[in-house]
T-cell receptor, first 116, second 109 residues
Framework: DTGVSQDPRHKITKRGQNVTFRCDPI?????LYWYRQTLGQGPEFLTY????????KSRLLSDRFSAERPKGSFSTLEIQRTEQGDSAMYLC??????????????FGPGTRLTVT | GIQVEQSPPDLILQEGANSTLRCNFS?????LQWFHQNPWGQLINLFY???GTKQNGRLSATTVATERYSLLYISSSQTTDSGVYFC???????????FGPGTRLSVLP
């Protein structure tokens, strides 16, 4: 069990560019989550997948953001036309599905995005 | 949506001291986790504790779901305990975490 991995760990981009982040969940975890954390704040939910289906999206996820999870394994989060306000840590988490619904979430190391 | 409060917001301790961190939430929950965020930003799972009491070494946690609060106890604190402690909950209607604002702990040698 290698844990949740994210790539890249750091990304610096210029305003207006597109960026894509990848998350590899713990194997056999069928639920995958994306969160965003700005300096001094707790993480905020962005979106959630169960297998390949995107089941929930926060209003924080503007139309410049899109997430996919093809084949229900790894996931990508793309931000188009980045703005300075997108600068944040983007965190991915995964959890197994358990009878009764909910279970423990495990977080990756995050991707720190800086938009200049 | 559910609201999560944590107290105190900041805590400074001498090495060896004990501390209690509190998390209050505004509605029934079916998931509550405590995390430690290290200086590199990694969220480390401490406890999955929607109810009851658990202990892991110098750390223990108690959640009283009927009264909508959880406590994290740190005994004999060490400098490596420094960082931000987050409580996160999932209410009975959702699937995603709502995080509290965190408690920033500094343990001085």
């Amino acid at each position: 069990d290698t844990g949740v991995s994210q790539d890249p760990r750091h990304k610096i981009t210029k305003r207006g560019q597109n960026v894509t982040f990848r998350c590899d969940p713990i194997s056999e975890h069928n639920r995958l989550y994306w969160y965003r954390q700005t300096l001094g704040q707790g993480p905020e939910f962005l979106t959630y997948f169960q297998n390949e289906a995107q089941l929930e999206k926060s209003r924080l996820l503007s139309d410049r953001f899109s997430a996919e999870r093809p084949k229900g394994s790894f996931s990508t989060l793309e931000i188009q036309r980045t703005e300075q306000g997108d600068s944040a840590m983007y965190l991915c988490a995964s959890s197994p599905r358990r009878r009764g619904g909910d279970s423990e979430q495990y977080f990756g190391p995050g991707t720190r995005l800086t938009v200049t | 949506g559910i609201q999560v409060e944590q107290s105190p917001p900041d805590l400074i301790l001498q090495e060896g001291a004990n501390s209690t961190l509190r998390c209050n939430f505004s509605d029934s929950v079916n998931n509550l986790q405590w995390f430690h965020q290290n200086p590199w930003g990694q969220l480390i799972n401490l406890f999955y504790i929607p109810s009851g009491t658990k202990q892991n070494g110098r750390l223990s946690a108690t959640t009283v779901a009927t009264e909508r609060y959880s406590l994290l106890y740190i005994s004999s604190s060490q400098t490596t305990d420094s960082g931000v402690y987050f409580c996160a909950v999932i209410d009975n209607y959702g699937q995603n975490f709502v995080f509290g604002p965190g408690t920033r702990l500094s343990v001085l040698p």
